[in-house]
């Protein structure tokens, strides 16, 4: 039975109705995995003997005739930079290849309190520093529409192990666009949630003020229904934000009528690809067809983001990664004093992309420096969370390219500063905490276009509505790659 582009709902039905076993549809899914890695490389830890064990389980509770949850049973995969009780997470770097917690993630434990299946552990950019997935500290993951192409990053791996029919849904990290840019490259539907609202306990940090987990999907309603699963206060978590969580699925209408949508001109200029911007105003027109209000609106401080996250983010990577250090855990390096071990455990531990975001935030906060960067960068973060506030109190979303380009060849932009300009449209979005989802709203040369739809705090709700109805009026979130039919 074929199940890799079956979506949530179907599965769970397939396993109610007796259809197919869980411990059929686990190793059905492995089978995939080991077919399909050759080509996608989503997967550093591939977890066989443990997701059968809880597959067994499920089967028990079906034979019972006891009832399951939506997602018990169903596979998943999580970004290496969750921890997971038992299981490897190396966060994508050479210093925790080894690494073994000995505690789960908030979101883990939720993901198996809801009796996910979990088939892995899934590739990223190290320590979330890259937006391609080649910073891998192991190897770089391909995108499942063409496998000599990146996947996006940091959550690469995440959004590429769903659009290679691999598992149906994934969790990804986003520190500044991470599982928005993939998603777009892969042609799949990912979330950054409001900040506050799914608790980062257990992710290893890259940015503190920045970091938020969030679903990789195929549909915008299997992404409601694994957001259902994890959200919510955490105690664990000083970030947690308290708040009353809705069922995400009620938002999902197909209507948009009366909704008024905002198009930030600043999204549309200067390093946009002109074939991404003419799918982007395509969805819309659409969007505006379906009885949307339409209106240009501005955003007079976006183009001071990039280099305010450029001092933000490194700032605070450098805080946290002052623990790897050969003392604590992770890889240590032979040395012949304290000194070197330190200096030689980051040297062969970190890869060229980490160690360039420390010193810059090292220097961003030394001495001296403090008030010039990192200070003034915090003062302008406030004027564009401001200049969103001011959007907000007459627009109900923001609609706009999720990325200024469709996927690029594995290799072929070797400047750092031209990769973070692929970020340009998802970093504002960090930087004000606010929620973000990207969707499937076209092709160019047969890639996948990303549109993004950005939302007030804690306004998911809206967020999903307006995707749910634009999804249901296009076809784009069917198409899968031609080479996963053959292996499926």
């Known amino acids: 039975m074929e199940v890799f582009n079956k979506t949530i709902d179907d ?19 492995l089978k995939h995995i080991r077919q399909s890695e050759e080509k996608v490389r989503a997967f550093l830890t591939v ?3 443990m997701a059968l064990a809880v597959a067994a389980k499920v089967d028990k509770k079906i034979a019972n005739q006891e009832s399951i949850g939506i997602l018990e049973g169903l596979p998943t995969a999580l970004k290496d930079n969750m921890c997971t009780e038992g299981i490897k997470t190396t966060c994508g770097s050479r210093i925790l290849r080894n690494f073994v917690p000995p505690y789960n993630a908030t ?32 190897f770089p993951t391909a995108n499942p529409w063409d496998v000599e192409r990146v996947p996006g990053g940091s959550s690469g791996g995440s959004a590429a192990s769903v659009a290679a029919g691999e598992v149906p849904f994934s969790l990804g990290s986003d520190t500044g666009g991470s599982i928005r840019q993939p998603a777009a490259f892969c042609g799949v ?30 549909t915008v309603r299997d992404n409601a229904l694994v957001l259902n699963a994890i959200a919510g206060h955490d105690p664990k978590d000083t970030t947690s934000v308290p708040f009353h969580k809705p069922d995400y699925t009620q938002f999902l209408e197909n209507d948009v009528q009366g909704l008024k949508i905002g198009i930030p001109k600043e999204f549309f200029g200067r390093g946009l690809q002109p074939e991404v911007e003419k799918v982007v105003r395509q969805a819309i027109v659409t969007l505006a067809d379906l009885g949307a209000e339409i209106e240009e609106c501005s955003l007079p401080h976006m183009e001071y983001a990039m280099p305010t996250y450029y001092i933000i ?15 604590r855990y992770g890889y240590r390096a032979e040395a012949e004093d304290m000194i070197d071990m330190f200096k030689n455990t980051r ?29 003034k960068a915090q003062k302008v973060r406030t004027l564009i969370k401001q200049d969103f506030d ?19 060849k594995i290799g072929e932009i070797s400047d750092p500063l031209a990769i973070y300009m692929g970020d340009v449209y998802t970093i504002p979005v960090n930087l004000a ?12 040369g047969g890639l996948p276009v990303g549109m993004q739809l950005i939302g007030k705090h804690f306004g998911e709700g809206i967020l999903y509505r307006t995707a749910y109805a634009f999804e249901q009026n296009t076809g784009y979130h069917r198409e899968v790659p031609a080479w996963i039919k053959e292996v499926g």
């Not at 999720?402 to 690029?408: D, E, I, K, N």
């Not at 973000?436 to 092709?443: R, V, Y």
């Open 11 to 29: 599965l769970h039905t397939l396993l109610v109705e007796k259809e197919i076993s869980c411990t059929e549809l686990t190793r059905g899914y």
């Open 47 to 49: 977890t066989e003997d």
């Open 189 to 218: 539907v990912g979330l950054k949630p409001t900040y506050g609202a799914v608790s980062r306990y257990g992710l290893v940090a890259f940015a503190s003020s920045l970091d938020q987990i969030g679903p990789i999907t195929k």
């Open 347 to 375: 040297a062969e531990g970190f890869g060229q992309e980490v160690k360039r975001r420390i010193m810059l935030g090292t220097y961003a906060l030394s001495s001296g420096y403090y008030d010039a960067y990192y200070l």
């Open 313 to 327: 983010a490194p700032a605070e990577c450098s805080s946290n990664l002052a623990r790897y250090d050969g003392v």
């Open 390 to 408: 001011q959007v907000f109190g007459k627009y109900d979303v923001l609609v706009s390219p999720t990325a200024p380009t469709p996927a690029y």
């Open 107 to 138: 979101v883990t434990e939720k993901l198996q309190e809801a009796g996910a299946v979990l088939l892995g552990k899934l590739n990223m950019d190290e320590f979330a520093m890259g937006s391609s997935t080649e910073n891998s500290g192991f």
């Open 433 to 444: 905490g606010l929620p973000a989802i990207s969707l499937p709203a076209g092709f160019v």
